[in-house]
């Protein structure tokens, strides 16, 4: 398709990738030529439903639709029915040994592609090129492959080439300039990055250029401060970085997709006229998920009249989109929705490998793996309370207990679960529980987008203390290596770098000593944490 055969209109709509809240709004956006659809309120995490929903939207827009989703850790984040896969996070990927970190993320971002155009989806914000220079970090933490840039890049760019593979999938490298040196999540506010430029060149913009050198055909942005390149506004509303930076000076000419303008990193900020004005400007392509997202046409045609925004902007965004529409064969086969060629035991089986080879014994001091199951009398479970699966912003990962895994090695599993905020006598009955156990099993799964950092609060850490104390033996097993800075009173941490089934399940086997841990801990993990900083935000 040529530009010139869109009106000033038609090419505004191209820039906004729409939220689908409810199968009629999807609908009409999808009719009023929105560029792209976001499918968020789809109701089914079942494969058939969600490709019958993708096929009718694509046969809705005159001009093909880009349907964006996540698959940060495959397409089974989003399709929990058994037909794709799901793996370990970007940071199993960073565990592994060097060559074969890259070979099996090659393989998984291979997978993801075939998934993913099987299921009707055209482009993914992933996968994760943030470097996580700060524990405490609520947002990237484990979804980066680690602290080292050039491993960083090295994976994140292998599992991107895999993803493009099949030529079909736009993969976005994420969140350009960088979110491994956040201390706050952009869903809830609007930080500014202390980073200086010799910091940000040397470490986090490292892996971005390698990945355009890479020939990573999109990017999405992040929604923070960064006064080493512009103090005035977030990363993704600036000029000085989208354009200055990213395009001119380290040419990048691809495809530049905001992440979601409903965070309170921009909302708080700016209205949202004003946001999707300031992002068009910038040379952001498509704009994620606008406020009044039914009103961008309107906006950006006004700042055009008013002279913010120029003309040339808009084509040479729209530009950009229709070629990467043209890249993926969008134009010829928008309704084309292929088969996986791989089969899926084959793709579940990568999975496994990875979560497998990934396991990390971090710290062992009384060696207490291998456990013998017959040693152990009675084995009890505790477990965090999730403050929820659905959640009000962000990314949806199943969180899989230990104490499925736990029973197929042990009959006698006795199995609790603490709270956020532990009161005393929670604290006191678990203590007495675990006194009576022979081996105390911990999980502290969480996930860094559950509205909570992926680290354990003071009220935790005190439950935790006073268990470990009671106990005859406790192992921790954990999804977040950084916990351990927060519970020197457990001798004994493993990491397994997920929550879904095939992480927890190698986590689990190899406390048993089915497998032997072979993973290493992609990050540094400091003497001490301080909990009392760890807020855990719940959400129905």
């Known amino acids: 398709m040529d530009l010139a055969e869109l009106s000033l209109d038609q090419k505004i709509a191209q820039m906004l990738l729409a939220a689908y809240r409810t199968h ?25 439903p969600f490709r019958r929903i993708m096929r009718e939207l694509q046969s809705q827009a005159d001009v093909p639709l880009l349907i964006c989703t996540d698959f940060e850790t495959g397409c089974g984040q989003r399709i929990t029915d058994g037909n794709c896969t799901e793996f370990p996070s970007m940071m199993a990927f960073g565990a592994l040994a060097d060559g074969e970190a890259e070979d099996l993320a090659y393989r998984a971002g291979c997978v993801v592609a075939e998934e993913a155009a099987w299921l009707g989806v055209q482009t993914t914000p992933s996968p994760v090129f943030d470097v996580n220079t700060v524990p405490e970090n609520p947002i990237s933490n484990t979804r980066s492959v680690g602290e080292d840039p050039r491993r960083v890049a090295r994976i994140a760019l292998a599992y991107t080439k895999g993803m493009m593979s099949r030529s079909r999938l736009l993969p976005q490298a994420k969140h350009f300039p960088g979110e491994g040196c956040q201390r706050q999540d952009p869903h809830l506010g609007l930080e500014v990055i202390e980073a200086s430029r010799k910091e940000m060149e040397e470490v986090h913009l490292h892996p971005f250029a390698e990945a355009i050198r890479g020939s990573v055909p999109a990017m999405m942005t992040n929604h923070a401060i960064y006064p080493a390149f512009d103090p005035d506004f977030p990363a993704t509303l600036s000029r000085k970085i989208m354009t200055d930076l ?36 910038a040379g952001n392509d498509l704009i994620l998920e606008p406020p009044e997202g039914h009103r961008f046409v309107e906006w950006v045609r006004k700042a055009i009249k008013k002279g913010r925004i120029e003309t040339a902007t808009i084509d040479a965004a729209v530009g950009r989109i229709l070629r990467a529409k043209a890249r993926i064969g ?102 007495a529980k675990a006194r009576g156990a022979d081996l105390v099993l911990v999980s502290t799964f969480f996930r860094s987008l559950a509205g909570q950092t992926g680290l354990l609060t003071s009220r935790q850490v005190a439950l935790l203390r006073q268990v470990a104390a009671a106990a005859k033996h406790t192992i921790c097993v954990t999804s977040n290596p950084y916990v351990v800075a927060e519970l020197p009173s457990i001798g004994t941490h493993l990491a397994c770098y997920g929550t879904n089934k095939t992480s927890v399940a190698a986590a689990v086997d190899a406390v048993f000593g089915r497998l032997r841990p072979q993973g290493r801990v992609p990050v540094t993990i400091p003497d001490h944490i301080d909990p009392s900083k760890v807020e855990i935000i719940a959400h129905d």
């Open 246 to 281: 990213l395009r001119r000076k380290m040419g990048f000419d691809g495809l530049l997709v905001t992440d979601a303008m409903e965070m309170h990193g921009i909302t708080n900020r700016f209205g949202p006229e004003e946001a999707v004005i300031l992002a068009v400007d």
């Open 330 to 431: 969008l134009f010829e086969n928008a309704l084309d929705m292929p088969e996986p060629t791989t089969p899926i035991e084959q793709r579940r089986q990568l999975a496994v490998e990875i979560a497998e080879k990934s396991i990390t014994l971090i710290r062992d001091e009384a060696k207490l793996i291998p456990v013998d199951p017959r040693s152990c009398n009675r084995v009890f479970v505790l477990e965090p309370r999730h403050p929820g699966h659905t959640l009000e912003w962000g990314l949806q990962f199943s969180i899989f207990g230990l104490l499925e895994f736990a029973g197929k090695y042990h009959s006698r599993c006795e199995h609790a679960l603490f709270d956020a905020q532990p009161a005393d006598e929670q604290i006191a009955a678990l203590a």
């Open 24 to 48: 009629e709004n999807g609908m009409a956006m999808a009719r009023a030529g929105a560029g792209g659809i976001w499918p968020i309120g789809i109701p089914s995490d079942q494969a058939e």
